[in-house]
């Protein structure tokens, strides 16, 4: 059982851009971070938003970028200055890990590190106790709505027995049915996209994410 507070945050990834503030507005109630996924056509194979976008966003909720981006550190600056109170690199995509997390909190962000479903939990090892977040990937990045993998929760463990007061995400899949399970491996800030936006009613899809404790 997990007795942390269980923190939500909305991927904008299928938001309507269109009206993104009054969208994101709606959403603010019941959001405890706002997911900003950042694709770049190359480390994965769609392209999304980049810095202008994130600097057009107006609310008080906290903005967690997560950069699926080669190269991170070149970005780094510029994200904060849009407005980015997380940062969220992939291990994969980084070519010096720690120094770039050392970047990412000298810009004045918090530090997170993402790693994909593949990817073992030792390629991070080293840099864990420099992290405010961690974030295992429960579907290859690139697309929202995909199928949630259970063979990732190992790593949740893991992590969780070793650093008991870390926040560790969860991202790709989040439902009713997958939260729960995300949950009751030491997960304790749970991504999801197209469960909630797809919902018509945010207040509940957010309170059956929180449910079966
Ligand atoms: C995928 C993104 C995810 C995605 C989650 O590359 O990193 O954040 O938006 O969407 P769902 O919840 O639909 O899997
Ligand atoms: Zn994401």
Redesign the pocket.
Known sequence: MNKTRIKITP?I?GIDYGRMNEHLAELAPFSDMF?V?VMDGNF?PNLTIGMPIVSCIKTDVPLDC?L?IRNPHRYVEQFVEAGADSITIHAEASLHLAPDVEKIKKAGAKACVAINPETPVEKIAAVLPMLDMVLVMS?N??????KFMPEVLEKVRWIREHYPNLDIQI????NDETAPLAIEAGANVL?????ILKSRDYEGAVASLKKNR
């Open positions: 991927s990834l997911h996924d994965v997560h699926m579907i990045p690139g697309f929202g709505g995909q991202d790709g899949g989040i991504v999801s996209g197209s469960y």
